[in-house]
């Protein structure tokens, strides 16, 4: 029996109740399909730093090293964050650090709108034509988050902030043929976001990605401005197939699209490293925040953690069938009717507004 070795770490806010409920559904799947995941949680975010003074403990750290792969709840804590340096704050410290410490360059973000959930998208129906189902591939270890020169300088009459935005030729490459093999299992249509009108960034990502596009002859590429496309989700979303992006465009063109799914609590995400061998280190979250707000409150959905566990079984271990039944496990609790407040509707017939717990219950259930 494989034994595949996860550091889960639920963070802060809603992270500890929607993990509570991932690792509930993982262990069913873990019984039903013959394989052992080796469990360990650890403190991270404002909860590392109440346990051991920092966001990213050494012990969370060596856990995470010895391990195959992350199932990662969410941190920050805006009532608490002011109260520390910037570079101290959960998502500088732990998040972007955990990123760049394993080279996690790809970021997968499948947004689909099941037929159930219809109501609770923004857009008319129309709109939504036949179904809503995008793949959101965001370069994550480079641009304006991790270019260097990044500070804060007095100057006279006040300060100045510099952020850079840097891009290499391997860069582009490596998230470009990410985007294009997702393309080829899917409907075969990469659509590459660049401001490349106005950005030297813009103009080499767009020579690169036409480039490697030129390996891929069965699959359709197609280049647009970040502003239109962030028009083009409101007003055709049906027309994306694979969106491929850098990291900031991919990171705000990504929570759009997480609306059209009804929720940011539907919206699960994969970052992955460099593949070895057979076994890709991949890091799985939640698209959502840490909802202090609704935090303990048995509130919060916990269907985007729970598909998050889904994508690793299927990315970092290859256990495709166990994460087909979590996926469809998802959709029958749906279809039932199940629904936790950001998903519910009033007038919406055989709908049960439910919790956390309940939710997590009936995906499992349906296991």
């Not at 909860?47 to 195959?68: E, H, N, Q, Y």
């Not at 990502?205 to 197609?222: I, S």
């Not at 699209?257 to 799985?284: C, D, N, R």
């Amino acid at each position: 029996m494989k034994t595949f070795k996860i550091a889960a770490l639920a963070g802060d806010g809603i992270g500890p109740e929607v993990m509570r409920e991932a690792i509930k559904v993982l262990r069913l799947t873990e019984t039903k399909f013959g394989f052992r995941l080796d469990l360990a949680e650890a403190p991270v975010g404002w909860a590392g730093i109440d346990a051991a003074g920092k966001a990213l403990p050494d012990a969370t750290l060596a856990l995470c090293k010895s391990s195959d792969a992350i199932l990662f709840g969410s941190v920050g804590l805006p009532d608490r964050d002011p109260t520390i340096p910037k570079a101290e704050r959960p998502e500088r410290a732990a998040l972007l650090r955990i990123r760049k410490e394993f080279g996690l360059f790809a970021n997968l973000r499948p947004v689909q709108l099941p037929k159930a959930l219809a109501h609770a998208c923004p857009l008319s129906k129309e709109r939504q034509g036949g179904g809503i189902d995008i793949l959101v591939v965001r370069e994550l270890t480079g641009g304006l988050y991790f270019g260097q020169p990044k500070k804060t300088e007095d100057i006279a009459g006040g300060q100045r902030a510099i952020d850079t935005m840097v891009y290499t030729t391997p860069e582009i490459e490596r998230i470009a043929h990410v985007a294009f093999k997702a393309a080829r299992l899917r409907r075969k249509k990469v659509t590459s976001i660049d401001k490349a009108n106005v950005l030297e960034n813009g103009v080499l990502w767009r020579e690169v990605v036409t480039r490697t596009g030129q390996q891929y002859p069965d699959v359709t590429l197609e280049h647009m401005f970040v502003d239109n496309g962030a028009m083009q989700l409101v007003l055709r979303p049906t027309q994306f197939d694979v969106m491929l992006c850098e990291n900031m465009f991919g990171d705000i063109l990504s929570d759009e699209a997480a609306a059209l799914a009804g929720s940011l609590g539907m919206l699960p995400s994969a970052s992955l490293g460099v593949t070895s061998g057979e076994k890709t280190f991949g890091f799985y979250e939640p698209a959502g925040g840490t909802a202090p707000d609704i935090a303990g409150k048995n509130l919060a959905n916990p269907l985007a953690q729970i598909l998050s566990a889904a994508l690793m079984l299927r990315h970092s271990f290859g256990l495709n069938e166990a994460a087909a039944a979590i996926e469809a496990a998802v959709k029958n609790a749906i279809t039932a009717g199940h629904r936790t407040g950001d998903i519910f509707s009033p007038g919406e017939p055989n709908a049960r507004k439910i919790g956390t717990r309940e939710m997590g219950d009936a995906v499992a259930a349906a296991i």
